[in-house]
């Protein structure tokens, strides 16, 4: 049975980072492509970026390409979001999902307030 966890959410100051991780078990993580979402209160789930087996990334939110990076250990079952320049519309609730399956993670809060 497929699992990912999400962890390393929290609440932030403007202008600060976080890093996100999401640990896979179960899914045959290094010959999966990955995704980052993320779930604003009110709004829909929307895709932040995705990154392939090899490491490829492509963003799809224009509003975080710079400040956002997408990273993986296939070693380490683990996919990475690192999240700097934070900004108090960035709150939300972010996921992983495995691309192209059922999986996804639980989420973890995100809260950029001062």
């Known amino acids: 049975q497929g699992q990912l966890v999400e962890s390393g959410g929290g609440l932030v100051q403007p202008g600060g980072s976080l890093r996100l991780s999401c640990a896979a078990s179960g899914i045959g993580f290094s010959d999966s492509g990955m995704a980052w979402y993320r779930q604003a209160p009110g709004m829909e789930r929307e895709l932040i970026a995705s990154i392939t087996p090899r490491g490829g990334v492509t963003f799809f939110l224009d509003s975080v390409e710079g400040r956002f990076t997408v990273a993986r250990d296939n070693a380490k079952n683990t996919l990475f979001l690192q999240m700097n320049k934070l900004k108090p519309e960035d709150t939300a609730v972010y996921y992983c999902?495995?691309?192209?399956?059922?999986?996804w993670g639980q989420g973890t809060q995100v809260t950029v307030s001062s």
């Open positions: 999902q495995a691309v192209g399956t059922r999986y």
